[in-house]
């Protein structure tokens, strides 16, 4: 691993990937390297507009790639449930799926469309129904990856807060961000005990991008009752974030490299995990590893969005 880069990226030919908020930072360094190396990715986005613009820049930083976006909003779980019925319709297999999109911090709560606080609701419950609905494309295909992009923030939340799941009594914007981010870890482990009590050849690894420059300073803490917010880590972002494409690494090995294993996660290999010109093998925090937590998530992730991972079961 040491020394790892874009150019040690495995030819990719012959593989399908879907990328998450493929249209912006992370998520389209991703699809860049996975389109350059010869795999046919989906780029998924929320706005139809911003998704276009994104693969007409994928078309000229990657001539000959193959790449098409698709329509996909992970604060809607019906939007999640249209897509990948359709995908599943064509029965074609999958071999990557990164869970990358997300929001950050927004400064007043806010709600997906069946009414879940929307960083949990997106961030971890959306990824959560897509994994599950998606799950019998990626089991089609031996030795596909599932890669949840986490935040090395998780780290400041000391669990994961059952008595006011959606932040009705109290709501912060960063602890629910770390919340949410905390939730991703638990998944990447959780799924990862559950694919190999079934006996499934599928890697559920995660990765995070340090402090990077990416869309959730966007789409996060914006102005509007959240200005100083917002003008103070877009102050943070310009001195100190790294590009996104650095950024990315961790989550293109963790999506590609051939000595990667269940339950692994990935960050950047400068100090604090904060920056890094390559990839490294770090831990989750103690919380994330609370199995029993972990499954009390899982129990209420399958209630909350009606996803039931029967693959998991059926196997």
Known sequence: ???????????????????????????????????????RVLLAARDRGRGAAALERLAADAPGGQAELVRLDLADLASVERFSAGFLADGQGLDLLVNNAGVMAIPHRETTAQGYER???????????????????LVQRPGSRVVTVS??????????????????RSYRPWPAYEQSKLANAMFVLELDRRLRAAGLDLVSAGAHPGFAATNLQVTGPRSGGGGLMARGM???????????????LPVLYAATAGDVHGGEYF????????????PRLV???????????????????QELTGVTFEALTAS
């Open 1 to 39: 691993m040491a020394g790892w880069t874009t150019t040690d990226i495995p030819d990719q030919s012959g593989r399908i990937a879907l990328v998450t908020g493929g249209n912006s930072g992370l998520g389209y360094q991703t699809v860049l390297q996975l389109a350059r190396k010869g795999a």
């Open 119 to 137: 960083q949990f609701g997106t961030n971890h419950l959306g990824h959560f129904a897509l994994t599950g609905r998606l799950l019998p494309a």
């Open 151 to 168: 935040s090395n923030m998780h780290k400041r939340a000391s669990g994961i807060n059952f008595d006011d799941l959606q932040a009705e």
């Open 234 to 248: 877009g102050l943070a972002t310009r001195l100190f974030a790294q590009p996104a494409r650095d950024g990315a």
């Open 267 to 278: 960050g950047p290999d400068g100090p604090g995990e904060m920056r890094g010109r390559h």
């Open 283 to 301: 831990q989750f925090s103690r919380a994330a590893h609370d199995e029993a937590a972990a499954a009390r998530l899982w129990a209420v992730s």
